[in-house]
């Protein structure tokens, strides 16, 4: 008994831990301004224009615990993708759900395909999970499926997604998700940072409907534009194949070899395009900011070169707030709406921290050697 | 000793009993779960049957993917505007059309369908994200729901159907009229069948015209299935479909086909996903067991008659 309330303070107390501040003390091998914060032009609202809910404010009482406990649900994950970085959200939500003693009976990644991830949902639907923790692939063609899991009585928390036509109550618990907004300004604001607010960058965009990464790119692209009156966005190149991005760059840099700094709207893989696009012309000149942790991103911020700051977002608590989030739906709770898990920004300085907020492990060995540790 | 064709139905019944006892407590012996496997199979079953015509005349159709995903897009798009039944002769037109293309250039110009196909895959991939700018399009027509992909005929799904008519006429096609004996002829060998009077050109082209108006149908089939359509739908079905054509005992160069078998490749595939999934395990290790498992039944199935195993 004493462990389970344990546990139950454990989830209470990680919720609330103060967020990692990684704005400052930027030391790394390359001398570079320090990041300042620029005016905030914008803020992220939930599909239906619904005010952020942080993770820290979810909370669920050792009384409420107990109950979850005594009910001995089950969940399923279905994802979009099989990736570090869902890895990270399973694995926090696989913590919490440890502490609200729910069996975690299934797991799928749709790998894009929304038809496979009806199919998947079928599947799971045959174990009949009292929880189901998701991120759509798609909100119009997955709608249909998520609606049909709802009316078997499913508590469905969603990952940034939401399907269209849900209605949260009945259909879905809330939507947990990023601060996008936060993640697109960050990136704006580092690479500013990196290049001394002045001279040409280049602004790798995602080119697809996709509600997480279309807010992060405007995001930074507004706050670059209106907030850095010294830097010229003098490439805009939409990124449609993610692995398609090195030649993409290739072309980009050719066209523009003075280039101080390039945005990619993530890391992994057109980030790594981008990097190993810029090597491949020799340059070494060309400060990079990209979204989400990448290993050869870090690596390559480790050894001092090109990229200098990685934006990321706390995948491990955004799976623990999921996971708590079921727990309200369980036990009937009114959950917050949309609930955002802050970004941080992580310089070569923070890596190591940066790792364990973010994905609630260390880097790689290689990393951990090229920062001399 | 069991001929080495029948190996498919004994691994089917193999993995059957082997997911039976492993999970029959979590629901996989259910009839929910054995007609979401059929529902989930039907797609990739309609594509196997074109795709045995395909490969049992030594030709290859690597675009199948992306028309599925141009057909659907064009199916959903057109019915928002003109109803189901030009969307349907819409999307049906966009398989027909685009095989065409390919048989065109295999059998008149005398390319490779592997590059054909793969350039066109490419360009209908690429039409499909341009035609409603990555757009994903909801289909609201319950008629078309219905017959297409989400109703039931009792408590059979109506995708079951498709399957079995596909299956059918691909049986018919195949072994019982002149086609099915002349498409496994110039796979087998060229030269000859056309020194006995096959028209080899017009087998070739034939073969990527129903390739492709297969996709097309699968599209349209998935499209009512999720209600809805996005560029993303069946792109990466080809490897599935080839490799469940190929446990079913077709060959991969030709001469030697199985429609039966491809049915049975494709329920394969499905079972184990879908057991994998129910099994619990993690998605990176449902990637190896899923590998594991078809290594052991590629084994079984697709070497020629009278290896030794």
């Given at each position: 008994?004493?462990?389970?309330?344990?546990?139950?303070?454990?989830?209470v107390?990680?919720?609330?831990?103060?967020?990692l501040?990684?704005?400052?003390?930027?030391?790394?091998?390359?001398?570079?301004?320090?990041?300042?914060s620029?005016?905030?032009?914008?803020?992220t609202?939930?599909?239906?224009?619904e005010?952020?809910?942080?993770?820290?404010?979810?909370d669920?009482?050792p009384?409420e615990?107990?109950?979850?406990?005594?009910?001995?649900?089950?969940?399923?994950?279905?994802?979009?993708?099989n990736?570090?970085?869902t890895?990270?959200?399973?694995?926090?939500?696989?913590?919490?759900?440890?502490?609200?003693?729910?069996?975690?009976?299934?797991?799928?990644?749709?790998?894009?395909?929304?038809?496979?991830?009806?199919?998947?949902?079928e599947?799971?639907?045959?174990?009949?999970?009292?929880?189901?923790?998701t991120l759509?692939?798609?909100?119009?063609?997955?709608?249909?499926?998520?609606?049909?899991?709802a009316?078997?009585?499913?508590?469905?928390?969603?990952?940034?997604?939401?399907?269209?036509?849900?209605k949260?109550?009945?259909?879905?618990?809330?939507v947990v998700?990023?601060?996008?907004?936060?993640?697109?300004?960050?990136a704006?604001?580092?690479?500013?940072?990196?290049?001394?607010?002045?001279?040409?960058?280049?602004?790798?965009?995602?080119d697809?409907?996709?509600?997480?990464t279309n807010?992060?790119?405007?995001?930074?692209?507004?706050?670059?534009t209106?907030?850095?009156?010294?830097?010229?966005?003098?490439?805009?190149q939409?990124?449609?194949?993610?692995?398609?991005?090195?030649?993409?760059?290739?072309?980009?840099?050719?066209?523009?070899?003075?280039?101080?700094?390039?945005?990619?709207?993530?890391?992994?893989?057109?980030?790594?395009g981008?990097?190993?696009?810029?090597?491949?012309?020799?340059?070494?000149?060309?400060?990079?900011?990209?979204?989400?942790?990448?290993?050869?991103?870090?690596?390559?911020?480790?050894?001092?070169?090109?990229?200098?700051?990685?934006?990321?977002?706390?995948?491990?608590?955004?799976?623990?707030?999921?996971?708590?989030?079921?727990?309200?739906?369980?036990?009937g709770?009114?959950?917050?709406a949309?609930?955002?898990?802050?970004?941080?920004?992580?310089t070569?300085?923070e890596?190591?921290?940066?790792y364990?907020?973010?994905?609630?492990?260390d880097p790689?060995?290689?990393?951990?050697?090229?920062?001399?540790? | 000793?069991?001929s080495r064709?029948?190996?498919v139905?004994?691994?089917?019944?193999?993995?059957?009993?082997?997911?039976?006892?492993?999970?029959?407590?979590?629901?996989?012996?259910?009839?929910?779960n054995l007609?979401?496997?059929?529902?989930q199979?039907?797609?990739?079953?309609?594509?196997?049957?074109?795709?045995?015509?395909?490969?049992?005349?030594?030709?290859?159709d690597?675009?199948l993917?992306?028309?599925?995903?141009?057909?659907?897009?064009?199916?959903a798009?057109?019915?928002?505007?003109?109803?189901?039944?030009?969307?349907?002769?819409?999307?049906?037109?966009?398989?027909?059309?685009?095989?065409?293309?390919?048989?065109?250039?295999?059998?008149?110009?005398?390319l490779?369908?592997?590059?054909?196909t793969?350039a066109?895959?490419?360009?209908?991939?690429?039409?499909?994200?341009?035609?409603?700018?990555?757009?994903?399009?909801?289909?609201?027509?319950?008629?078309?729901?219905?017959i297409?992909?989400s109703?039931?005929?009792?408590?059979?799904?109506?995708?079951?159907?498709?399957?079995?008519?596909?299956?059918?006429?691909?049986?018919?096609?195949?072994?019982?009229?002149?086609?099915?004996?002349h498409?496994?002829a110039?796979?087998?060998?060229?030269?000859?069948a056309?020194?006995t009077?096959?028209?080899?050109?017009?087998?070739?082209?034939?073969?990527?015209?129903i390739?492709?108006?297969?996709a097309?149908?699968?599209g349209?089939?998935?499209?009512?299935?999720?209600?809805?359509?996005?560029?993303?739908?069946?792109?990466?079905?080809?490897?599935?479909?080839?490799?469940?054509?190929?446990?079913?005992?077709?060959?991969?160069?030709g001469g030697?086909?199985?429609v039966?078998?491809?049915?049975?490749?494709?329920?394969i595939?499905?079972?184990?996903t879908?057991?994998?999934?129910?099994?619990?395990l993690?998605?990176?290790?449902?990637?190896?067991?899923?590998g594991?498992?078809?290594?052991?039944?590629?084994?079984?199935?697709a070497?020629?008659?009278?290896d030794p195993i």
């Amino acid at each position: 008994m004493t462990r389970r309330f344990a546990g139950a303070a454990l989830v209470v107390v990680a919720l609330a831990l103060p967020q990692l501040s990684c704005e400052s003390d930027d030391t790394s091998v390359k001398s570079v301004t320090p990041i300042r914060s620029s005016k905030t032009l914008g803020t992220t609202h939930g599909p239906n224009g619904e005010p952020a809910t942080p993770t820290s404010a979810l909370d669920l009482t050792p009384t409420e615990i107990a109950k979850v406990r005594a009910g001995h649900y089950t969940a399923a994950f279905l994802w979009h993708e099989n990736a570090q970085w869902t890895t990270a959200v399973s694995n926090g939500a696989r913590d919490v759900f440890d502490d609200l003693g729910v069996d975690v009976i299934a797991e799928a990644s749709a790998n894009f395909d929304a038809a496979r991830q009806k199919a998947e949902l079928e599947t799971v639907e045959a174990r009949h999970p009292s929880a189901l923790l998701t991120l759509p692939v798609d909100p119009v063609v997955t709608a249909s499926a998520y609606k049909a899991a709802a009316r078997q009585g499913m508590k469905i928390v969603l990952l940034s997604i939401l399907p269209q036509g849900m209605k949260q109550g009945p259909d879905y618990v809330n939507v947990v998700t990023d601060d996008l907004f936060q993640m697109g300004k960050r990136a704006a604001d580092a690479l500013a940072a990196a290049v001394g607010d002045e001279g040409k960058i280049a602004y790798f965009f995602r080119d697809a409907n996709s509600y997480v990464t279309n807010q992060r790119d405007q995001a930074f692209l507004k706050t670059i534009t209106t907030n850095y009156p010294g830097i010229e966005v003098v490439a805009k190149q939409g990124i449609a194949d993610p692995t398609k991005a090195q030649e993409q760059a290739a072309a980009v840099v050719l066209k523009n070899p003075d280039l101080s700094g390039a945005y990619v709207t993530f890391s992994e893989p057109p980030g790594e395009g981008v990097l190993a696009a810029l090597r491949a012309a020799g340059n070494d000149e060309t400060k990079l900011v990209s979204l989400d942790i990448s290993d050869p991103m870090a690596l390559d911020m480790a050894k001092g070169g090109n990229t200098t700051a990685l934006v990321v977002d706390r995948a491990y608590e955004l799976g623990r707030a999921m996971a708590v989030s079921a727990g309200y739906g369980l036990l009937g709770k009114k959950a917050p709406a949309f609930v955002v898990a802050p970004a941080m920004t992580i310089t070569r300085s923070e890596l190591v921290q940066g790792y364990q907020a973010s994905l609630h492990r260390d880097p790689p060995t290689s990393v951990l050697k090229a920062l001399g540790q | 000793m069991i001929s080495r064709r029948y190996f498919v139905y004994v691994a089917f019944l193999a993995l059957l009993a082997f997911f039976a006892i492993t999970l029959h407590d979590d629901g996989f012996l259910s009839q929910t779960n054995l007609l979401n496997i059929v529902r989930q199979t039907t797609p990739v079953t309609v594509m196997a049957v074109a795709v045995v015509f395909v490969l049992s005349a030594g030709e290859i159709d690597l675009s199948l993917g992306a028309v599925v995903a141009l057909s659907a897009l064009v199916t959903a798009d057109v019915m928002q505007d003109h109803g189901a039944v030009l969307g349907v002769a819409a999307g049906l037109g966009v398989g027909m059309g685009v095989g065409a293309v390919n048989g065109g250039l295999v059998a008149v110009l005398r390319l490779p369908s592997f590059l054909v196909t793969l350039a066109s895959m490419g360009v209908v991939a690429g039409l499909a994200r341009t035609i409603t700018d990555l757009r994903s399009v909801a289909v609201e027509d319950r008629g078309f729901i219905d017959i297409f992909g989400s109703g039931d005929v009792g408590p059979v799904p109506g995708l079951a159907f498709w399957a079995l008519g596909a299956v059918a006429l691909g049986q018919f096609g195949f072994r019982h009229r002149r086609f099915g004996a002349h498409v496994l002829a110039v796979g087998d060998n060229r030269a000859a069948a056309r020194a006995t009077g096959i028209r080899v050109d017009r087998v070739k082209f034939a073969v990527l015209v129903i390739s492709g108006t297969a996709a097309a149908l699968a599209g349209i089939l998935y499209t009512g299935r999720v209600q809805g359509a996005s560029y993303t739908l069946g792109e990466q079905d080809l490897l599935t479909v080839i490799a469940a054509v190929v446990i079913g005992g077709t060959r991969l160069f030709g001469g030697q086909g199985s429609v039966i078998g491809a049915l049975v490749g494709s329920l394969i595939m499905g079972m184990l996903t879908n057991g994998l999934i129910l099994s619990g395990l993690s998605s990176s290790e449902q990637l190896v067991a899923q590998g594991l498992l078809l290594l052991l039944a590629i084994t079984l199935t697709a070497r020629p008659e009278g290896d030794p195993i």
